[in-house]
């Protein structure tokens, strides 16, 4: 089983970026999106079951970005508008067996697969 993540780069603020989660193995019931900032503990940043059913942003991208899934391929992805400086971190794609709850989604604990990081970096 195996979480890849590609789509980052680098951008300038104002700019849009779509990150890809790709999952090999299996299809997983809940997926997330974390980020890592330079000196800074990792972070959520949106979740969503697999059904759609229930989704979840932090305040700090709600209404920015957004979190979509392509059932046919297996992926996962998030759109990322109207970037910001702040936005710049390294972004994990997490997955779980489970189809967790909404108060679950944003912690880091109840994802059991990670995928291996890319970088966004967002210049002002």
């Known amino acids: 089983v195996q979480l890849q993540a590609s789509g980052g780069g680098l951008v300038q603020a104002g700019d849009s970026l779509r990150l890809s989660c790709a999952a090999s193995?299996?299809?997983?019931?809940?997926y997330g999106w974390f980020r890592e900032a330079p000196g800074k503990e990792r972070e959520f940043v949106a979740g969503?079951?697999?059904?759609?059913?229930?989704?979840r942003y932090a305040d700090s991208v709600k209404g920015r970005f957004t979190i979509s899934r392509d059932t046919a391929n297996n992926q996962v992805f998030l759109k990322m508008n109207s970037l910001k400086p702040e936005d710049t971190a390294v972004y994990y794609c997490?997955?779980?067996?489970?189809?967790?709850?909404?108060?679950?989604?944003?912690?880091?604990?109840?994802?059991?697969?990670w995928g291996q990081g890319t970088q966004v970096t967002v210049s002002s």
């Open positions: 193995g299996r299809t997983f019931s809940t």
């Open positions: 969503t079951r697999w059904s759609g059913s229930t989704t």
């Open positions: 997490a997955a779980d067996s489970r189809a967790l709850i909404w108060s679950s989604l944003a912690l880091k604990s109840a994802y059991d697969y």
